[in-house]
Structure formats: C-alpha cells, structure tokens
C-alpha cells in the first residue's frame, strides 16, 4: 500500500523557532516529493519539493531534508513566524504510469506563537 | 490559484441526489486531479485525467464518476450523494505527470 506517514499532527512553536515536521514513506518507487502549505479556506499551494538525487533542498527560511535509506523526509523551517501558521502536508509520487497521482501525509497544523 | 477555477464553491444537498463538480483551467495543462480532503486523512485522491477522454480511478473512487470533453473542463459526478461524501473537493492540474500540481480553490460540499 502507498502509505505516507506524517507527524506530528498538531504542533506549536515560539516566533523565531524551529518547527520540524516529518514524513515517512513505503514506496520505493516514489521520486518527487513536495510539501504543501495550507491556510483555511484556501488550497495546498506547493512550497519546496525534492527529488532523491539530492539529500537536502533549501528555499529561503524551508527546508526538505531527505533520507533515501530511511525512506524518510522533514521539513524544517527556520525562524518561524506567525504568517507560517497554516496546515502542512508532505507528498509523495512516481512518474511513468502512475501519472504523478501524489500520495499526501494526514497533515500537521502548526501554530507559531508571537 | 493558477488559472484554476472550482464551481460552486459551496453546496448543500440531499442524500440521493445527483452532484456535478466542475474543475476549469486557462493552463492547457494536460493532467487533471480531483482529490477529496478529510480531516485526519490529508488529501485522497478520486480520479485523474491525463488527456480528452483519458481518466481512471484514484484511491476512492467509490460513488464518484469523472469526464473530460475538453481539455480544460475536469467534471466529478455524485451519481447519488451520500452523507459519507461530505467533503472538501480540490482540483489540481499539472503540465507533466510527476511534476508540481496547482490546486483549485476547494468546493465544500454538504450532504444532509
């Protein structure tokens, strides 16, 4: 089964913080996976996504870490501010047949606190 | 939203009856998804599309149907609502296969 497991599934910071949320996968197929910032009330919009040639992407305060022999990915985010507070969801996917249909994580909300 | 556009953007309906979402892009963008978002599930996909005429079944398609006539209308059919199928409807769209999607704004879906 194509699962993605992400945790935690609430989680609150200090302005200025480090939040940390991480993903785990089954698929060893899977070779794209993007993280999506979510406010209420909108649509994921795409924030930092990595492919498992590299083991860490960095895009101003985010970054995606990855693990290839863990089968493991997190996203970092320095100096957390109040704006950041949204829900985030990793994803996973494969190319060829499968289309790139993503697989998401259940979710974390995070709340960064002034 | 990246030339993504969701109708209604909110229902209410009734357990039994017919439901017609429509996803519309601008992009000309080949792939199309419809994914349903729960709380405690994340987003789940119900159906793709990968061209006019070309779709096939996600993780839960159960009671939903899909058709694509023309490249930029994605439409999901609930060919008779259920209480299970309240929801929050997405539609994304991709220029290829295993690359970013851009998400629609959501359609809330109510079924009483």
């Known amino acids: 089964q194509q699962q993605v497991k992400q945790s935690p599934q609430s989680l609150i910071v200090q302005k200025g913080g480090i939040s940390i949320i991480n993903c785990a996968y089954e698929n060893t197929a899977f070779d794209y996976f993007p993280w999506y910032q979510q406010f209420p009330g909108k649509g994921p919009a795409l924030l930092i996504a990595?492919?498992?040639?590299?083991s860490e992407k960095k895009e101003g305060r985010f970054t995606i870490s990855f693990n290839k022999s863990a089968k493991q990915f997190s996203l970092h985010i320095m100096d957390s501010q109040p704006g950041d507070s949204a829900t985030y969801f990793c994803a996973a996917s494969h190319g060829g047949t499968s289309y790139g249909k993503l697989t998401f994580g259940q979710g974390t909300i995070l709340t960064v606190h002034p | 939203d990246a030339g993504i556009t969701q109708s209604p953007r909110h229902k209410v309906t009734e357990t039994g009856t017919p439901v017609t979402l429509r996803c519309h892009q601008t992009e000309n963008h080949r792939y199309m998804y419809w994914y349903r978002q729960d709380p405690g599930h994340g987003l789940r996909l119900i159906h793709y599309s990968y061209g006019v005429k070309d779709t096939d079944k996600g993780e839960v398609s159960d009671g939903y149907s899909v058709s694509r006539s023309k490249t930029e209308d994605f439409l999901l059919t609930l060919e008779s609502a259920t209480s299970s199928q309240t929801s929050v409807y997405f539609c994304?769209?991709?220029?290829?296969?295993?690359?970013?999607?851009?998400f629609g704004p959501g359609t809330r879906l109510t079924v009483l």
């Open positions: 994304a769209i991709s220029p290829g296969g295993n690359n970013e999607q851009f």
């Open positions: 990595i492919r498992p040639d590299v």
